[in-house]
């Protein structure tokens, strides 16, 4: 039956999307030739090309609670025509999207695929789950699209060469698709921690020297502000600790001070429930620094009740917020590498 349908779509100079799809929404036109059911995802600025018509409607559906929306989103099913490849360049030229992602369980033409997407990730970024890493995982994708999964080490090596970056989970790719579609990117690897607790700072150092970033030396004249703004007993080395008591002033001011540090790349600022004050009344005091910033700034907004509304604050102003410092600090180190294939970008175009 696939073989019909391919043969009655050039008998009439025709492409054919699928079969084993569910079509494509564009959000900003607006288009959905899907049959998911309403509503449809806000419209956004990531785009989502993905092999399964399932994890398109289960990633819609997710991202309604997760403060992003989709400006394209194509299922590509058994790509009898239309593939991956030819996919990339027109949804790259879209001037709505601002991120490119990929659900891959192989790739069709692993050469031409490389060369489109280099051209491809010179405009956007592009980020890729490829599944069918085991042995079991391949046999499924094989028996899912009749993909033909190859070496892993193959496609590391072909993701590096087109710019591609690739995520290890979907949550982790969508993470770094908000990050990267809302924040500007380093001039280098050298990150300042900002928190009210010392425990979550310990977490954040952890986690940004784990992402292959470091932490960045302060200025002294950065401390000696530091010290003038925050309590006797505050920590301003880096992770800078204001404290428990630490108020919505005191944020925007820490916040403003690190950010003008020239030894400072970016920020992960950590925000749990303040114990005197409210997470949105510090959300609404940061909003404005880090919205006229050239730096990025990551938000480890950890809880769940008392926070929500700095949460819907900070979607709102297109700021990345994060459950945890390790995620905040792994969208930093996706920003950071990005930055670097831009840099690299003489060599593979």
């Given at each position: 039956?696939?073989?019909?349908?391919?043969?009655?779509?050039?008998?009439?100079?025709?492409?054919?999307?699928?079969?084993?799809?569910?079509?494509?929404?564009?959000?900003?036109?607006?288009?959905?030739?899907?049959?998911?059911?309403?509503?449809?995802?806000?419209?956004?600025?990531?785009?989502?090309?993905?092999?399964?018509?399932?994890?398109?409607?289960?990633?819609?559906?997710?991202?309604?609670?997760?403060?992003?929306?989709?400006?394209?989103l194509?299922?590509?099913?058994?790509?009898?025509?239309?593939?991956?490849?030819?996919?990339l360049?027109?949804?790259?030229?879209?001037a709505?999207?601002?991120?490119?992602?990929?659900?891959?369980?192989?790739?069709?033409?692993?050469?031409?695929?490389?060369?489109?997407a280099?051209?491809?990730?010179?405009r956007?970024?592009?980020?890729?789950?490829?599944?069918?890493?085991?042995?079991?995982?391949?046999?499924?994708?094989?028996?899912?699209?009749?993909?033909?999964?190859?070496?892993?080490?193959?496609?590391?090596?072909?993701?590096?060469?087109?710019g591609?970056?690739?995520?290890?989970?979907?949550?982790?790719?969508?993470?770094?698709?908000?990050?990267?579609a809302?924040?500007?990117?380093?001039?280098?690897?050298?990150?300042?921690?900002?928190?009210?607790?010392?425990?979550?700072?310990?977490?954040?150092?952890?986690?940004?020297?784990?992402?292959?970033?470091?932490?960045?030396?302060?200025?002294?004249?950065?401390?000696?502000?530091?010290?003038?703004?925050?309590?006797?007993?505050?920590?301003?080395?880096?992770?800078?600790d204001?404290?428990?008591?630490?108020?919505?002033?005191?944020?925007?001011e820490?916040?403003?001070?690190?950010?003008?540090?020239?030894?400072?790349?970016?920020?992960?600022?950590?925000?749990?429930?303040?114990?005197?004050?409210?997470?949105?009344?510090?959300?609404?005091a940061?909003?404005?620094?880090?919205?006229?910033?050239?730096?990025?700034?990551a938000?480890?907004?950890?809880?769940?009740?008392?926070?929500?509304?700095?949460?819907d604050?900070?979607?709102?102003?297109?700021?990345?917020?994060?459950?945890?410092?390790?995620?905040?600090a792994?969208?930093?180190?996706?920003?950071?590498?990005?930055?670097?294939?831009?840099a690299?970008?003489?060599?593979?175009?």
């Amino acid at each position: 039956l696939e073989e019909k349908c391919l043969a009655i779509a050039r008998q009439h100079d025709m492409r054919l999307m699928g079969p084993n799809c569910i079509g494509l929404m564009d959000t900003h036109l607006p288009l959905d030739t899907t049959f998911l059911p309403p509503p449809a995802p806000p419209a956004g600025d990531i785009a989502f090309i993905s092999h399964s018509g399932a994890i398109c409607a289960a990633i819609v559906d997710w991202s309604r609670g997760q403060g992003f929306g989709f400006s394209r989103l194509i299922s590509l099913g058994n790509q009898a025509d239309v593939t991956e490849t030819e996919i990339l360049a027109p949804v790259a030229d879209d001037a709505h999207t601002h991120v490119v992602t990929l659900y891959l369980e192989g790739v069709s033409d692993g050469r031409r695929f490389v060369e489109e997407a280099r051209k491809a990730a010179v405009r956007k970024p592009i980020l890729a789950l490829k599944v069918g890493r085991t042995g079991g995982g391949k046999k499924a994708a094989a028996s899912h699209t009749g993909a033909l999964a190859g070496e892993e080490v193959a496609y590391d090596a072909a993701f590096s060469r087109a710019g591609i970056q690739r995520a290890a989970a979907a949550q982790e790719m969508f993470d770094w698709a908000r990050a990267l579609a809302w924040c500007p990117l380093p001039r280098g690897n050298r990150i300042a921690v900002l928190t009210n607790a010392g425990g979550p700072g310990v977490m954040a150092a952890d986690a940004v020297e784990a992402n292959g970033l470091m932490l960045a030396p302060l200025a002294e004249h950065t401390k000696e502000l530091l010290r003038e703004a925050l309590a006797p007993t505050a920590s301003v080395a880096n992770p800078v600790d204001m404290l428990a008591s630490a108020s919505p002033g005191q944020y925007a001011e820490s916040l403003r001070l690190l950010l003008a540090d020239e030894h400072v790349h970016g920020v992960l600022l950590i925000l749990p429930p303040p114990p005197m004050f409210t997470a949105l009344g510090v959300a609404e005091a940061i909003i404005p620094i880090i919205q006229a910033a050239s730096k990025p700034v990551a938000i480890a907004l950890m809880g769940h009740a008392l926070i929500l509304e700095a949460r819907d604050a900070f979607d709102a102003a297109r700021i990345p917020a994060y459950p945890f410092p390790e995620t905040a600090a792994s969208a930093l180190a996706a920003l950071a590498e990005r930055a670097k294939i831009i840099a690299q970008e003489e060599t593979w175009i």
